[in-house]
Every structure is written in C-alpha cells, then in structure tokens.
C-alpha cells in the first residue's frame, strides 16, 4: 500500500520492489493478487497514466510502449491504452516534439533534415511519422 500511495505500479514493479525488501515469494504473490482485487493495483490504470505522463515529456509511442514492456506490462494491455490515442494525435504531437527542439528551423540541407529525423525517430516516433511530420511542416512553410 506505502509504495501505490506514491505512485501507479505495475505489477511485476510492484512485486520487484517487495523483492528487494526481502518479502517471501508467497506474500509477495498474495499481496499484489489482493491488491488487484481491491481495485488498488491496475496494470490498465498504471498503462493509461504512464502513456499520458511520458508523452508530455515529449516521447512518442514506440518509445513508450518499450517502456510499459520493461517495465512487465502485457502487449495487449498496452496496445488497448495507446490505441485509445488515434494517429493524428501521435502526429500533432510530434510535430510539438520537433518545434519545442528545433524551434521551428526547418533544416537546410539533406544531414540537417537526416538529424531531425533521427532525433525525432530517438524520441519514439516512427520513421513513417517523423518523415510525415517534417514533410506537412515544409508543406505548411
């Protein structure tokens, strides 16, 4: 309970952090299946504020989901959350991520425009999406 009033877990976290408090495997099993019975622990709801506080800090969503993956969450259970978010929102919002970077230089030669797509690609968002946002930007100029 002291470690969710923090902050969402996810469960295998969760269960990491009692390991290391030196809990038995069967308390510790016991204790997150309780917790999720309860309706304190929710891999969904952990999920859903992860996706929202990760891209804020501007990453995308090949980036994040890696991140849920680490961290033990289920494919299903991150595909269900990240879905929620339709493409246009994952473009705008990298868009967002390139103006906050290169303030709105558009890059003036083929490494400039390489560096941007790299950075943008670094930060999660598809080849795909990096090249559709930089070309609607030129478009846009």
Request: hydrophobic fraction near 35%.
């Amino acid at each position: 309970m002291d470690l969710l009033a923090r902050r969402e877990h996810s469960r295998v976290e969760l269960a990491q952090k009692l390991r290391k408090r030196d809990f038995a495997a069967e308390e510790i099993e016991q204790a997150v299946i309780e917790l999720i019975d309860e309706g304190l622990q929710s891999d969904s709801r952990f999920t859903e504020n992860y996706i929202h506080y990760r891209a804020n800090r501007g990453y995308g969503p090949h980036h994040i989901r890696a991140e849920l993956a680490q961290r033990g969450v289920e494919e299903l259970c991150i595909e269900e959350q990240i879905s929620y978010y339709d493409q246009s929102f994952w473009e705008d919002h990298c868009r967002q991520v390139w103006l906050k970077k290169f303030g709105g230089e558009l890059p003036e030669d083929y490494i400039g425009k390489m560096k941007q797509l790299k950075f943008l690609q670094y930060r999660g968002f598809s080849g795909e999406m990096a090249n559709k946002c930089l070309e609607n930007i030129y478009e846009n100029q």
